[in-house]
């Protein structure tokens, strides 16, 4: 009984032979060609993240100013700020409001104005006058007990996509701001939590 060969494209032309070589190449380069345009998609949807991400970054950053009295919050960033939650310290305490941070100092009866800051959102070139004072000194009365019982903000904010950053003054120096991203906002206890 004769032997089968175990190719059968051994037994087929030359020609015939060298097309399925040929096919097997354009099927390896066609697999090449997509696997490289996958690549460049992927590339440029990052790219396209990384530009996106930049037009929407939200920037903020307190003020206290004595030509309009006011402790203010500003976004100095190109899109808005969500404000995921606000802290107000005094000598490391959690204040629950405003009544409680001025009994807190110790400064007496003040004429304050105020606006809601916390779980809210900060346009992109917004300024929230946080706590406006009716004459200037009531404002140098409380920034001074600020200054000497050590007033702090810890504020965590997000961008519209999502990244989030603390703004944390308690590890400033001598008021200076602390910025820093984290992955997302810490959970602050309700008890922790500023009602303004």
């Known amino acids: 009984m004769p032997e089968l060969p175990l190719d059968p494209a051994e037994?087929?032309?030359a020609a015939v032979r060298r097309s399925i070589r040929w096919d097997a190449l354009a099927a390896i380069?066609?697999?090449l060609v997509g696997l490289l345009a996958l690549i460049v998609a992927g590339y440029t949807a990052y790219i396209q993240r990384q530009q996106v991400r930049a037009q929407v970054w939200p920037y903020l950053m307190w003020a206290n100013s004595d030509n309009s009295s006011?402790?203010?919050w500003i976004n100095k960033g190109v899109g808005p700020a969500i404000v995921k939650s606000a802290q107000v310290l005094i000598g490391g305490r959690p204040q629950r409001d405003w009544d409680e941070v001025l009994r807190t100092l110790q400064t007496g009866e003040l004429k304050i104005g105020?606006?809601?800051f916390n779980?809210?959102?900060v346009s992109a070139g917004e300024t929230i006058e946080w706590l406006k004072?009716?004459?200037q000194s009531d404002f140098r009365t409380f920034r001074t007990a600020a200054e000497r019982m050590q007033l702090k903000f810890k504020v965590c904010y997000c961008s519209t996509l999502g990244d989030c950053w603390v703004d944390d003054t308690t590890r400033g120096i001598r008021g200076n701001n602390t910025r820093f991203a984290?992955?997302?906002c810490p959970a602050v206890p309700e008890s922790g939590q500023f009602q303004d």
Do not use: L
Request: proline share 5%; glycine share 4%.
């Open 11 to 13: 037994n087929a032309p």
């Open 29 to 31: 380069i066609a697999a």
């Open 70 to 72: 006011e402790y203010m």
């Open 114 to 116: 105020q606006s809601s």
């Open 119 to 121: 779980h809210g959102v």
């Open 133 to 135: 004072f009716k004459d």
């Open 182 to 184: 984290v992955d997302r």
